[in-house]
């Protein structure tokens, strides 16, 4: 049995769905506008270590970062499923629709079945709608927001759906802006020219993100993700993507809701690469600080932050020490993948020269020896040996290549903003932004 469910069967169930659709009332703390934001992977670990990582050296001064500044409260990220801890797909559709749901489910419920998400209630307002990524737009977070499928693993369908998707003869979307190019193609028929044809503005690279001028537009800036923050000519791409979206978004009459997601944080995590997650996390912020500067200047709108899970287990101290020393992870500047290869590429004996080119503090004799002793051992034993110094330094800590349950952070700002303030489910996020809208 195929279950992949064809997009009429979608349209007919969201047609049933939009009986309750109503008016918001004129009320001050009715956002005109939502941003929304998810770190993907971003658990508290991440959210304090960023504190230290801007402070430096222990001793330093300590500034509250925009996540401190604007944190409300707590959320739980368990999943309709036989486990605790949640999956992108499952906690997308958690905060996209408030309905709980099994890992690898993407607009879907338990029963497979599509469930109406705030982006589409806010499109049937006549609203803007616009995601944000820096992995490819379809990959999980957004696309628990945009598609119904059964699995987050059907790409083609996901991006299908972003492109022929429709809400009251609307498309989906006005705006889509992150990596995938493969899954839009550009042949005659495929969905990138579908898209030029409903008049999309098109780019296929960030040097072209300027020329993006109105509404509805697309920026699939890479084949799959974006590189990660560390290892890019612009770490600050999702800054630029999240300035660009806002000019976009705010340039109409009517009201707009955009999602953006700081997606490879969850990735570093996944490798447990620290340099790699602090550059996300910086990345991240920046977005953040130019989402509540857009609040600043426009108090009608309501921005809320969050995370989707925690990746890796992060903890802040290891090994019995007590210390977290983020100034060995600034010295670092490359991803484990990158610095390995490059690691790789040179024989055995340059090895701490190679080492210098990417990370600005030398290996000890010890350190020395274990990456030459991984280094005949292939690229995945280098690349544990190369983490192993970097955490083992900065005595960074990780229990998983996987996600855990730990609560996640909260951070809501402008109006509606105290509707998020304690410890909420994460289905209660979506709830209180569909609440305050009365949809
Ligand atoms: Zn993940």
Redesign the pocket.
Known sequence: MSIYRPLSAVAAALALLSGCASQAPADPETPKNIIFMIG??MGPAFTTGYRYYLAGEAGSEVTPTVFDQLLVGMAATYPDDNTWVT??AASATALAAGVKSYNGAIGVDGQKLPVEGILAKARKQGWSTGVVATSQVNHATPAGFVAHVASRKMYDAIAEQYVQQRIADNTMLDLILGGGQRYFSRDPGGLAEQMAEQGYQQIWSMEDLSQLNQLPAMGLVADVAMPHAIDSDQPERLVAMTDKALSLMSSQDQGFFLLVEGSQI??C??ANDIACAMAEMHDFAGAVERAKAFVDANPDTLLVITAD?S?GGLTLGANRVYEWKPEVIAQVHASVVPLTQSLLAAPVTELSARWSEKVDFALTDTELAALQKAYGEGDSQLGRAVLKVINDRSFTGWTTG??TAVDVPVMAYGAGAEAFIGYQDNIEIPQRMMSLMGW
């Open positions: 993907d992977g999956d992108s969850d990735w995590g996944h899970h990746t996987g996600h």
